[in-house]
């Protein structure tokens, strides 16, 4: 997967936000085993710490498990997946909205520029 980082927000943001997406979008699903720090680290370009705080992170969401002998996995909750992909989901729409609404787009005119597109 190319990595894209900016310097405009901590890197470890970044790595979890990606990580999530892809955990959400189904690029890893429940229950798969997940690549180990210092490979996600090296193909991202990053110190494996800073990896290994996003995982930190994503273990906190309960999105990875981690287990002494095992490694990572994706989490086998699917309702959890399920919600925060639905939240994720309303986020970005919030803000396409808003995005048309700086631009003088009424409600009705936002819904007609999607419908027109779908």
Not at 11 to 31: P, R, V
Not at 42 to 61: F, S
């Amino acid at each position: 997967m190319p990595w894209d980082l900016s310097n405009d927000r901590p890197i470890y943001l970044q790595l979890t936000e990606q990580i999530k997406q892809q955990i959400l979008s189904g690029k890893y699903n429940c229950g798969d085993h997940f690549p180990p720090v210092r490979e996600l680290a090296a193909e991202a370009a990053v110190n494996p710490n800073t990896m290994q705080r996003a995982l930190a992170a994503l273990e906190q969401e309960g999105l990875l498990i981690s287990s002494r002998t095992a490694g990572r996995t994706v989490t086998t909750d699917q309702s959890l997946i399920h919600e925060m992909r639905e939240e994720l989901a309303s986020q970005i729409y919030t803000g396409f909205q808003q995005s048309l609404a700086r631009l003088g787009y009424t409600e009705e005119e936002i819904r007609e520029f999607i419908n027109k597109r779908v």
